[in-house]
Each structure stands twice: as structure tokens, then as C-alpha cells.
């Protein structure tokens, strides 16, 4: 096949972390830093992500960290912007139930 050789997965990821942690635009992820386009860091984050590649490796270092005993569940918090409470759903009085997690959203198993 012709065209440009495939970028390194981990210069893709770490063009991905890169926009993700800073809030850079794709288009002006820096050159210097080796990790090819923005658009090319972009598609992998697409195609990773419909992969189901995030979603495993989430898992992998929840299991990980559970296993190492380094997950805390009383330091656990949600909010209403990452987990979005149903509407018209209420518990005793005005309070409202606890949000429902939405599918994809994968959580910390707490023992009690």
C-alpha cells in the first residue's frame, strides 16, 4: 500500500492525552511533539472508541487498582454533569433518588 506510514499507537495516544488534558483544539496539536496530525490523533480516539478499547482499559486498571487495594469508595463523589439525574424521578418528600448511571459509564465496585 502506498501513503504515509501508520503513526506508532503510542505517539497517537499521546497526541490524544495531549488535546484531551489541555483543551487544545485537534488542529493545533504541536508538531514538535511527534505525534503526527490532529486530525490522525483524532481518528484513533474515533476508532479506538468504537473499538470498545477506552472502555476495556478503564476496567483493566480498575481491576488493577482494586486489586492493589488502592480504590477508595468513601472518597468516592458524582455530579449531576457526569451523571445526569432522571427528570420527574423523586424520593422522600422533594429529594430527589440518586442519578441512574448511564450505559458506557463504568464504576468502581465498593464492597460494604
Do not use: Y
Request: proline share 5%; charged share 25%.
Amino acid at each position: 500500500m502506498g501513503g504515509r506510514p501508520r503513526l506508532p499507537d503510542r505517539a497517537a495516544l499521546t497526541g490524544i492525552l495531549f488535546v484531551l488534558v489541555t483543551g487544545t483544539p485537534w488542529e493545533r496539536l504541536p508538531v514538535e511533539m511527534g505525534c503526527g496530525s490532529g486530525m490522525t490523533c483524532w481518528r484513533r480516539l474515533r476508532d479506538w472508541q468504537a473499538a470498545g478499547v477506552w472502555v476495556r482499559l478503564h476496567k483493566v486498571l480498575l481491576d488493577g487498582l482494586e486489586a492493589a487495594g488502592r480504590i477508595r469508595c468513601d472518597r468516592a463523589a458524582l455530579d449531576s454533569r457526569s451523571v445526569p439525574a432522571k427528570r420527574g424521578v423523586r424520593g422522600q418528600g422533594n429529594r430527589r433518588l440518586a442519578p441512574t448511571l448511564r450505559r458506557g459509564l463504568l464504576m468502581v465496585r465498593c464492597r460494604g
